[in-house]
């Protein structure tokens, strides 16, 4: 219990570090520290005023991951011998990901670079919220929570391939996300819903390209979740907390659009841009929280229940 705890700590702080590294470009802040180590303008608490805020507050924000990160490579070694493999590939992940960030300074801000950082976050993210459901408490007697499981997942069928689309058209949206802000492409197109004011949709310029595919994409983007969303909602009756995403995800996809049309509209109003940014981690962990329940079930479930069936003698379905 401690270590699922614990583990719904980091993710909630993982969820808010990603946004606060939203902050840093659209402040202006990316390189406002010039050392590509944990210090800033030669010291680890700088005076916290412009860009130093965002970019070194970022960084400390960063080091109290890694610190509760530890904690949970720590409790997961020690009290979950079946999930060593996630505590130290997490704990191998925040070290990666601190050392893209390293590395996006040294190098000042090269484009592969920067949207690795922001993509690897998401997957470090995402891996935070498998381990979130792994350590959760059992509802009730195992034998029962597998049978249910998979009863559910029979039902599910085709759904759990319409999730899988969703996640990796939303990959791809997310990328792309990431190009447009690297590229400063933000307000390349400031018509709506034209690129140009005087009526053009496309371009021969490579940022205003970048921009539109970004646009288009965002659009597709939203029909596929609300399309993957209705397939799974319809297949998940006996499915309560599914149900629950499959709604949540295609308000989120509209109200993201919403927000990226204002930020072309408010030519990238600060709160607006960071909403933009906290819209797309919402969508994500909607759909890897989809992802993650229809799952083959925890692991250490199916060791057990094959046990506790065997001792109890188990037969036939549980409802
Ligand atoms: C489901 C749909 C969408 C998703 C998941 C999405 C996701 C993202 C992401 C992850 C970023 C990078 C933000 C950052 O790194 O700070 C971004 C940037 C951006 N998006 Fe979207 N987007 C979507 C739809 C749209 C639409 C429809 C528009 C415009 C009509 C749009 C306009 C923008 C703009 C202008 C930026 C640059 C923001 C900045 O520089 O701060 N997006 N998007």
Redesign the pocket.
């Given at each position: 219990m401690l270590e699922h705890r614990h583990a719904k700590l980091v993710a909630l702080f993982t969820f808010l570090m990603l946004v606060i590294g939203?902050t840093v470009?659209?402040k202006g802040a990316s390189l406002a520290c010039t050392e590509p180590t944990l210090f800033c303008r030669g010291e680890l608490f700088p005076e916290m005023k412009g860009g130093v805020l965002y970019e070194h507050g970022h960084r400390l924000w960063g080091m109290g991951l890694g610190f509760l990160q530890i904690i949970l490579t720590a409790l997961l070694v020690i009290r979950r011998r079946d999930m060593r493999r996630l505590a130290w590939g997490t704990f191998a992940m925040v070290c990666v990901q601190g050392t893209l960030g390293a590395l996006t300074v040294a190098f000042k801000l090269p484009w592969y670079v920067s949207t690795a950082h922001?993509l690897f976050g998401m997957v470090y993210f995402a891996t935070l919220l498998w381990i979130v459901y792994l350590t959760r408490p059992a509802i009730g007697p195992l034998p029962e929570e597998q049978h249910r499981h998979r009863a559910r997942l029979e039902a599910l069928g085709s759904g759990r391939r319409w999730i899988e689309l969703a996640l990796g058209v939303?990959f791809v949206?997310?990328a792309?996300?990431?190009l447009?802000?690297?590229f400063?492409?933000?307000?390349a197109c400031i018509g709506?819903?034209e690129c140009t004011v005087d009526g053009r949709w496309w371009t021969p310029f490579i940022e205003q390209r970048l921009?539109m595919i970004?646009?288009g994409?965002?659009?597709v983007?939203?029909l596929v979740?609300l399309v993957a969303a209705v397939q799974v909602w319809r297949r998940a009756a006996s499915w309560p907390a599914l149900r629950a995403l499959a709604v949540a995800a295609p308000v989120v996809?509209a109200a993201?659009?919403a927000?990226?049309?204002f930020?072309?509209l408010t030519l990238?109003q600060d709160i607006v841009?960071?909403g933009?940014?906290a819209?797309?981690m919402l969508?994500?962990s909607a759909w890897i929280g989809a992802f993650i329940v229809t799952g083959s079930g925890r692991r250490s479930m199916v060791g057990a229940v094959a046990g506790e069936e065997k001792r109890r003698g188990f037969a036939g379905a549980v409802p």
């Open positions: 939203g470009n659209v922001l939303l949206q997310l792309l996300g990431a447009v802000r690297h400063e492409a933000t307000l709506m819903p921009h970004h646009r994409f965002g659009i983007t939203a979740t996809a993201q659009v927000l990226g049309i930020t072309v990238r841009a960071v933009h940014f819209g797309a969508l994500w």
